[in-house]
């Protein structure tokens, strides 16, 4: 049975730091490509960060310079740190593992308020 564990979230003010981590069971991440995706209020889901099995990494535009997605293959882990946060980062965050098949975490929530 495959799992995606997200943890991490909270709140946390404008400007600040939450790092975000995906722990799996089930699946070797080195395997899949990892995705961090997040869904805001009223708005589709949207893909923030990947990282690809030769470890490529790619961002969206909006968070390009301020996180940063990486891989821990002996801890079966892929993280997301996510600096000079900004009100509009607040989401619920998703982890995902693609390849043949899609896996998804329960989603953790980030909050960014004053």
């Known amino acids: 049975q495959v799992q995606l564990v997200e943890s991490g979230g909270g709140l946390v003010q404008p400007g600040g730091s939450l790092r975000l981590s995906c722990a799996a069971s089930?699946?070797?991440?080195?395997?899949?490509?990892m995705n961090w995706y997040r869904q805001a209020p009223g708005k589709e889901r949207e893909l923030v960060s990947g990282?690809?099995?030769?470890?490529?990494?790619n961002y969206a535009d909006s968070v390009k310079g301020r996180f940063i997605i990486s891989r821990d293959n002996n801890k079966n882990t892929v993280y997301l740190q996510m600096n000079s946060l900004k009100p509009e980062d607040t989401a619920v965050y998703y982890c995902?593992?693609?390849?043949?098949?899609?896996?998804w975490g329960q989603g953790t929530q980030v909050t960014v308020s004053s």
């Open positions: 995902n593992a693609h390849w043949s098949y899609d896996y």
């Open positions: 089930g699946i070797l991440v080195r395997f899949y490509v």
């Open positions: 990282i690809g099995r030769g470890g490529s990494t």
